[in-house]
């Protein structure tokens, strides 16, 4: 069974930082992309981050410069350092992996407030 355990969520204030990680488990098959997405309250998910097997990343703009997204291909574990965090950054953010299927980890709150 896939699970995607996620990690390092928390609240902090503006201009801090919070590193998150995902554990991927149960993996048996090629992966070829993980990455980070988020969810504010009333909007709808989308995507931080995405980092494939070879190492390509892709940022969404508005976190580009602010946040870096890495992986650990031998553990299966993809980490998402996010630094000058801002309150529209306040979001739930879910793992995702990518391969025969999409998985998604449970979630894990950021909350960026003074």
């Known amino acids: 069974q896939v699970r995607l355990v996620e990690s390092g969520g928390g609240s902090v204030q503006p201009g801090e930082s919070l590193r998150l990680s995902c554990a991927a488990s149960g993996i048996w098959f090629t992966i070829n992309a993980q990455g980070w997405y988020r969810q504010a309250p009333g909007k709808q998910r989308e995507l931080v981050a995405t980092i494939t097997t070879g190492g390509l990343t892709n940022y969404a703009d508005s976190v580009k410069g602010r946040f870096t997204i890495s992986r650990d291909n031998a553990e299966n574990t993809v980490y998402l350092q996010m630094n000058s965090l801002k309150p529209e950054d306040t979001a739930v953010y879910y793992c995702?992996?990518?391969?025969?299927?999409?998985?998604w980890g449970q979630g894990t709150q950021v909350t960026v407030s003074s």
């Open positions: 995702n992996l990518e391969a025969i299927r999409v998985y």
